[in-house]
């Protein structure tokens, strides 16, 4: 079944096949037909903006510059992240892909009704996360099942952490009856529990730093464009530095430079594109759920992206976002460079954090950073294969050099790939190990909610939610 | 009352000005066009905001990440009820409220 999937998506290419299927699942819930058709056809437009279009004209733009970076400099760091929409795409273009969105509201319903979890998760294009390390496993492994079962085990992980955080973030955001699987948002969330507890410890949990006066300070730093073009300046001073005599070389470096903040602005609006299709689906399952959800008392499991508006997350964000530049030149044994994904990671790695730290800045600020280093370095690893892979799906790359695409990883990721093909004589030890855990999280959880609720960060007497909503 | 021929702005926010601005745009571009309304949605990021409304005319704003935008001359709706379809009709209740003040 895999090998023939793989000859249709080579045949087709992702732009073509993911719509198709799109469609075809959004006839089967009763979609009305023109409305499915427009919505497949704008997934088209999306991933046809983003594959065929801007990850092109990033990678030969970039590649050149980091290409004479390894080879002049010896600046190790050939791996360019153009963004998380180059992996949900490469996601939604395997066999997992197709198959992702019926099993993972099978295993959802599933869980639910053993009363393994209170959530119900709605975001179904976030599933996308889930079906990436299953991808990537599947082609690692080259064993379909074992790409499921990671697959389905992120997701598992993910709504046991989501029960977990619920209260504390439904306080700090104000967002009663939610809860965030949500595979980024939840990234840092392992890292903060430890330095929380160590903060909480040595007093430091007690120190609190006003984020708005931070975050009038930080000015122009303050946009993800404009750091995207410092990062692009800094790129082709080291790799054209000794040539700066030449008016031609100054031409190039700015012309790197805009070019990246194009890139930056210019790829939400791709994505815009690809959620406007998926949209239909989504509202679809919604209608179809949410009724029963809310009768159980159920939290709908929603994307982080709704917590990020939040003045600490923003502030904790932009702080991690500026650390990250120096982090990804001076790191020992990083290979990647994040350009796409500047302005995203460091603020959805904040989003739980911020939540569990209750709003504090500086712990926030440790554990994201922390977070952001973890996953340069699962970057790294992913990104040895990557482009590989995206060759074998169909994906074509410009030739860039000694510079390649590679894959933003965050932490939840990075573990789950880890886990998923770790095998020893066969055996599937990693899978086995992160089900182990999994059931344990499970049992223990729902022995004593409460203490858990506390280690992530829910406290009674804490008064109001510090967010106002004025409607 | 809103006349046909007045088009209503509307201006979406949410953290990336991609995900969820978008779902919640289509919700009530639908809405509007159902209830025979000319209306313009513009989708931006939740940072840039109150910089937007500045700078521009709008009716009102529906935000997907938090409120408190700092913004004071024209009415802040939470968006999230679009997504959850919880509170849904208080929310059409509020917009309708605001487009027949405005």
Not at chain 1, 444 to 457: C, D, L, P, S, T
Request: with cysteine.
């Amino acid at each position: 079944m895999g090998s023939v999937f793989n000859i249709v998506i080579k045949a087709f290419g992702a732009a073509v096949l993911l719509p198709l299927i799109i469609l075809v699942f959004e006839l089967a819930l009763g979609v009305k037909f023109s409305k499915a058709l427009r919505s497949a056809l704008y997934i088209g437009i999306g991933l046809n903006t983003l594959i065929s279009i801007l990850n092109p004209y990033f990678m030969g733009l970039v590649g050149k510059a980091v290409s004479d970076m390894i080879t002049g400099a010896g600046v190790n760091l050939p791996y360019v992240d153009t963004g998380w929409s180059l992996l949900a795409s490469l996601a939604y273009s395997t066999l997992i892909g197709a198959l992702i969105i019926p099993i993972g509201i099978i295993v959802n319903l599933a869980m639910i009704f053993l009363h393994w979890t209170d959530t119900l998760d709605l975001d179904l294009w976030n599933f996308w996360h889930w079906a990436f390390v299953g991808s990537l496993v599947y082609y690692a492994t080259n064993n379909l099942i074992y790409g499921l079962l990671s697959a389905i085990a992120m997701e598992m992980f993910l709504l046991v952490i989501g029960d977990a955080t619920a209260p504390t973030m439904q306080k700090f955001f104000n967002l009663p009856g939610l809860a965030w699987p949500h595979a980024s948002g939840q990234g840092g969330t392992l890292i903060a529990l430890p330095v929380k507890w160590i903060s909480d410890r040595i007093g430091l949990s007690k120190i609190q730093l006003n984020s708005q006066t931070i975050r009038n300070k930080l000015g122009l730093l303050g946009d993800a464009s404009v750091i995207g073009f410092i990062i692009a300046v800094i790129i082709g001073l080291i790799a054209w530095g000794s040539k700066l005599s030449d008016l031609q070389v100054w031409g190039s470096l700015f012309a790197l430079g805009i070019g990246t903040a194009a890139y930056i602005f210019m790829y939400p609006k791709a994505t815009a594109a690809l959620m406007e299709g998926f949209e239909p689906l989504t509202s679809r399952v919604t209608e179809l759920l949410s009724k029963s959800g809310s009768q159980r008392g159920l939290n709908f499991g929603m994307d982080s992206a709704l917590c990020i508006g939040h003045p600490d997350v923003i502030t904790t964000g932009l702080l991690v976002m500026l650390t990250t530049v120096p982090l990804m030149f001076l790191l020992p044994g990083n290979r990647i460079l994040i350009l796409g994904d500047i302005g995203v990671t460091p603020f959805f790695l904040a989003s739980a954090i911020t939540a569990i730290m209750g709003g504090n800045i500086i712990t926030s600020y440790i554990a994201t950073t922390i977070s952001v280093i973890v996953t340069l370095y699962f970057s790294s690893a992913v990104s040895t294969n990557f482009a590989s892979l995206l060759t074998t799906i169909g994906i074509a790359l410009p030739d860039t050099g000694s510079a390649v695409v590679g894959a933003d990883t965050r932490p939840l990721h990075g573990l789950f790939w880890m886990l998923g093909k770790w095998t020893i004589g066969g055996i599937p030890l990693g899978l086995i190990l992160a089900f182990v855990c999994i059931f344990a999280m499970l049992f223990f959880f729902r022995r004593n909610k409460k203490a858990w609720y506390r280690a992530f960060g829910y406290e009674e007497e804490q008064h109001e939610a510090r967010t106002e909503v004025n409607v | 009352m809103a006349t046909s021929n007045r088009t209503v702005r509307v201006l979406v926010v949410c953290a990336d000005g991609a995900a969820t601005s978008t779902v919640v745009s289509v919700r009530l571009r639908e809405y509007f066009e159902n209830k025979g309304l000319r209306a313009e949605v513009v989708q931006g990021r939740v940072v840039d905001a109150k910089t937007i409304v500045e700078n521009s005319k709008f009716d009102l704003v529906v935000s997907t990440a938090g409120s408190n935008l700092g913004i004071t001359n024209v009415p802040v709706l939470n968006g999230v009820p679009l997504l959850t379809g919880i509170g849904k009709d208080q929310f059409y209740t509020q917009l309708d409220s605001i487009i027949q003040q405005s």
